[in-house]
């Protein structure tokens, strides 16, 4: 494996932290986020681990405690991961879906994807590919779920009236 899956950028980033095991941390998130265009959860935890044994083989370390790496990876309560994220952010140009982005998604849901008639797995993925478009980080798969349902809701009410009113 080469180093030619990350940029210059993300590799001076990696290796801008002192501490091996904070190098290893942020280069696993560099590798989650470039797949992903999102920061993993609790639930990926093995493409964690894959990201991690994929970054100690790019920079050429040794790690003993992967699993706590992983742990590190996955805590969004801590204040040296959540700094992370917002330098992996930069990175990439990315920045968080806020409340105030989830009405702008809903009214794209309700043009663009649900006129399709599409399965939810399929709303899903291309709500995925809407963020990725827009450069947000979105929200949790949870609230991500909630809100296709929510502009489903009001794709379907809007589109009863309009047959009511015809």
């Known amino acids: 494996m080469n180093n030619s899956i990350l940029s210059p950028k993300a590799l001076q980033l990696i290796r801008s932290k ?6 290893i941390i942020v280069g696993a998130l560099v590798l989650f986020f470039q797949k992903t265009q999102r920061f993993p959860e609790a639930s990926d935890s ?26 590190k990876c996955l805590d ?4 040296t991961i959540r700094q992370f994220k917002q330098e992996i952010r930069a990175l990439f140009g990315f920045r968080p879906a806020t409340l105030d982005d989830k009405q702008v998604f809903i009214d794209y849901c ?27 980080e979105p ?3 949870k609230q991500l779920h909630r809100f296709l349902n929510e502009a489903h809701q009001e794709f379907e009410t809007e589109l ?7």
């Open 160 to 166: 009863f009236a309009k047959i009511t009113g015809s």
């Open 18 to 23: 002192r501490d091996i095991d904070n190098q």
């Open 76 to 79: 969004n309560q801590h204040r």
């Open 110 to 136: 309700k043009a663009y994807i649900f006129p399709l008639a599409l399965k939810s797995d399929e709303a899903f993925a291309i709500s995925l590919e809407y963020f990725k478009t827009q450069k947000l």
């Open 139 to 141: 929200y949790s798969d």
């Open 46 to 71: 093995v493409a964690v681990d894959g990201c991690i044994q994929e970054i100690i083989r790019i920079l050429n370390v040794i790690c003993c405690n992967t699993q706590n790496i992983n742990q």
